[in-house]
């Protein structure tokens, strides 16, 4: 009990750090309230448990090759950069019209796919959680304690989709249009420099 309170507790804190795929929920979340920011979080669950996975079966040593590293930090680089783009461009939308549409609660769910599968900070995350039981208190881990663990930060996770899109969704939902215009550059602004702050930790 106290391994999935600790495995709980681990993917809060992962979950709550602020980054891509929290922008991008505040993002859609001011576009079109809780649903987009809920699909953009859950969409970032099949990062997370795709990541989890690799780094639980340890092969969370592997993703620091560059020839795996590399491509995928790429994709991510590529993929902000058309956020901060998009971000910006929505920001000029004539009269501010944002509409939630269905196409835009699919978007989303993309969305949360795309940041949280290319995110190098996953990869970084998994590769040293992955072979660290012992600091928190196993040493010769078993086939329970990564199911155990895994269940534990996939729970948290869960969790965590519907607090953050709520929470959004409450805190912007009566944000004027000049309020959303400034919000969606701020979007604009943090995508563009976590991709320019992940090429330069990776090429530079």
Not at 87 to 100: D, E, L, W, Y
Request: charged share 10%; proline share 2%.
């Amino acid at each position: 009990m106290l391994f999935f309170i600790e495995a709980f507790l681990l993917g809060l804190l992962f979950n709550a750090a602020p980054g891509i795929v929290f922008t991008e929920t505040i993002k859609r979340g001011v576009s079109g309230g809780f649903l987009p920011a809920l699909n953009v979080q859950i969409g970032s669950l099949a990062g997370d448990a795709l990541w989890a996975i690799l780094g639980l079966l340890g092969i969370g040593v592997l993703l620091n090759i560059d020839i795996l590293k590399i491509p995928l930090s790429l994709a991510g680089i590529i993929y902000l950069i058309y956020l901060a783009y998009d971000s910006f461009r929505s920001s000029n939308i004539q009269n501010n019209n944002f509409v939630a549409t269905k196409i835009l609660n699919n978007s989303a769910l993309k969305s949360g796919v795309m940041l949280s599968i290319t995110n190098p900070q996953n990869l970084a995350y998994w590769a040293a959680l992955g072979s660290s039981f012992s600091a928190l208190g196993v040493n010769d881990p078993e086939l329970l304690h990564y199911f155990i663990f895994f269940f534990g930060f996939i729970s948290s996770s869960i969790i965590w989709c519907f607090i953050c899109a709520y929470s959004v969704d409450k805190i912007f939902k009566y944000a004027n249009s000049l309020l959303k215009k400034y919000i969606f550059r701020i979007c604009s602004v943090t995508f563009l420099y976590l991709a320019l702050g992940t090429f330069y930790k990776i090429f530079l």
